[in-house]
Each structure stands twice: as structure tokens, then as C-alpha cells.
């Protein structure tokens, strides 16, 4: 199996963010595969017609206003729902509910949302909000958020540094997926 069919299976395998059960650490790459190939187009088949939901519901609460959504949002949609929501909407609509979401309820959205796209809806919301959202998702998210951080850049990068505690440097950090990151965090840290 090349290189790539590797790293395709390990994709495959972590694309829900949950965890692999162990039987399949067992099975032959090729089968791993298999399975998760199927997994996947199981997945597809059971949610077809999301995508056009969540471009519905995005249209309509265009209309809605925001006092009345939120409330609404918050209480009866789920935060998977809720961001593919956001994801239809763009960054300028997304920021506008971002700002008006409970802390929590937002930061379970934003797992469901890619890290380059909470990058822009960061830097477009109010620093109050970013603020708290970056000392929340440190203290409970914080690879979450140095995923985000990859993306980001300027004053919402400083303030992730000034609150971040990063580890000392160790051997084990030029495999790190963050290095870049953490390096530039770092070099922020560094400046007077």
C-alpha cells in the first residue's frame, strides 16, 4: 500500500472526530479501508438532502430577527445542525449570530466548523466576544484552538498568545501538527 493510500485511511478513519474502536487498528490496512469507505458512504446516504436544509434555513432566518432566532437556536438545534447552518449563511451572517450565541453553545458550534472558516468569523467579531471565546476554548479546547490559530493572524493571534501557556520546547515538537503555530505564538510571546 503507497504512502498516500496510508494517509487516505487514516484520513478516513478520523474524519468523524470520534473514536476508531480498536478492532480496527486489527484488520489489514486494505480492509480498514473498506470499512471506512463504507462508514462513509453510509454517512452520505443517511444524510443526503442536509446540505439543502441548511442552505433553507439560512434563507429563511435571513427574515428573522436576531432577538427572536437566537433564543430559539440555542434551545431546539442541535450545534452540528447549527453550524452547517452557519456554514451556508457566510462569515458576515455567521459573525452576526456569533456575537449574539451563549459562550458554550458557540464553542459547540465551532467544533462543527472548519478552522479557516472560524478564523474569519473571529476576526470579524467584536474583541469583546473574541476575547471570551479564545480564554474559554484555552482552557477547555485548546488544540481546537491552536487549530484555529493557524489561521489567524494580527491581534486575534496576540491574544491567543497573551493567554496561551504553551509547553517547553521538547523533542517531540518538530512532529507536532502546530509547530508553525506554536512558533509564531511563541515569537508574540517573545515581543515586549
Not at 29 to 43: C, E, G, I, N, P
Not at 113 to 136: P, R, S, T
Not at 157 to 184: Q, R
Request: with cysteine.
Amino acid at each position: 500500500m503507497s504512502e498516500t493510500q496510508i494517509h487516505d485511511v487514516e484520513e478516513l478513519l478520523a474524519w468523524t472526530n470520534i473514536p476508531v474502536p480498536d478492532v480496527m487498528h486489527h484488520l489489514p490496512r486494505h480492509q480498514q479501508l473498506q470499512v471506512a469507505s463504507w462508514a462513509s458512504t453510509l454517512v452520505s446516504h443517511k444524510t443526503e438532502g442536509f446540505e439543502d436544509l441548511y442552505s433553507a434555513i439560512s434563507m429563511i432566518v435571513k427574515y428573522i430577527p436576531h432577538f427572536m432566532v437566537i433564543p430559539l437556536m440555542v434551545e431546539y438545534i442541535r450545534p452540528q445542525i447549527a453550524a452547517g447552518v452557519c456554514r451556508k449563511m457566510g462569515v458576515d451572517q455567521a459573525t452576526g449570530y456569533a456575537n449574539d450565541l451563549p459562550l458554550v453553545y458557540f464553542s459547540e458550534v465551532s467544533k462543527h466548523i472548519d478552522a479557516d472558516m472560524m478564523a474569519l468569523i473571529l476576526e470579524k467579531m467584536k474583541k469583546n466576544n473574541v476575547e471570551k471565546f479564545i480564554l474559554y476554548e484555552l482552557e477547555n479546547h485548546q488544540l481546537r484552538m491552536l487549530e484555529i490559530a493557524q489561521h489567524l493572524n494580527g491581534y486575534i493571534l496576540e491574544i491567543v498568545a497573551k493567554n496561551v501557556t504553551l509547553p517547553e520546547y521538547g523533542t517531540d515538537l518538530a512532529d507536532n501538527p502546530y509547530k508553525e503555530v506554536i512558533d509564531n505564538i511563541r515569537a508574540l510571546q517573545k515581543q515586549p
